[in-house]
Antibody
């Protein structure tokens, strides 16, 4: 059974940092692109970042709204993907989901349960 | 960035009715080499994570009931629920998986009367 389990969310002050983790199980993690997607009532669903495979030199892509502040990374030996978030803003508040990209299409076929991030003083 | 626009924003239907949801993209999602449209549909029920229903506009994900039908090409797409059931009450989102940033539509809230 495919599982994605996020952790690391919580309350952080504006300008602060936070690192989210996602541990995967039930599939060969190293064969799949991985993403972070967030959701808030104000903005709806927003794709945040993507990381590709070792064969793609672990290429990364980001939403413009987080470029330069967020860093996605992965550790295939631990079946884990991470999101380092720096200089956090109130508008970064939301539920953050870790998702797997379908190998054929890169649509997101599995989602974690999400971890909540609140940026507030 | 490709802008995804869904309509209507909400609707209420009775069990057994046919439901049609629309999604339009600001650029074509048709890949010329594969001839596939890179458009996905997701369903999200209250308190749950989104669930992939269809990708490549019309390919049903494993386990998705065949009453969910995707169609369209280029910039205009439709999700049809042929005979809506009570358990289909949810939010529905389209997303382009053609290019980054992988943008989502604003969603359609489906209520079952």
């Amino acid at each position: 059974e495919v599982k994605l389990e996020e952790s690391g969310g919580g309350l952080v002050q504006p300008g602060g940092s936070m690192k989210l983790s996602c541990v995967a199980s039930g599939f060969t993690f190293s064969n799949y692109w991985m993403n972070w997607v967030r959701q808030s009532p104000e903005k709806g669903l927003e794709w945040v970042a993507e990381i590709r495979l070792k064969s793609n030199n672990y290429a990364t892509h980001y939403a413009e709204s987080v470029k330069g502040r967020f860093t996605i990374s992965r550790d295939d030996s631990k079946s884990s993907v991470y999101l380092q978030m720096n200089n956090l803003r109130a508008e970064d508040t939301g539920i953050y989901y870790c998702t797997r990209g379908l190998r054929s299409s890169h649509a997101m076929d599995y989602w974690g349960q999400g971890t909540s991030v609140t940026v507030s003083s | 960035d490709i802008v995804m626009t869904q309509s209507p924003s909400s609707l209420a239907m009775s069990v057994g009715q046919k439901v049609t949801l629309s999604c339009k993209s600001s650029q074509s999602l048709l890949n010329s080499s594969s001839q596939k449209n890179f458009l996905a549909w997701y369903q999200q029920k209250p308190g749950q994570s989104p669930k992939l229903l269809l990708y490549f506009a019309s390919t049903r994900e494993s386990g998705v009931p065949d009453r969910f039908i995707g169609s369209g090409s280029g910039t205009d797409f439709t999700l049809t629920i042929s005979s809506v059931q009570a358990e289909d009450q949810a939010d529905y989102f389209c997303q382009q998986h053609y290019s980054t940033p992988r943008t989502f539509g604003g969603g359609t809230k489906l209520e079952i009367k």
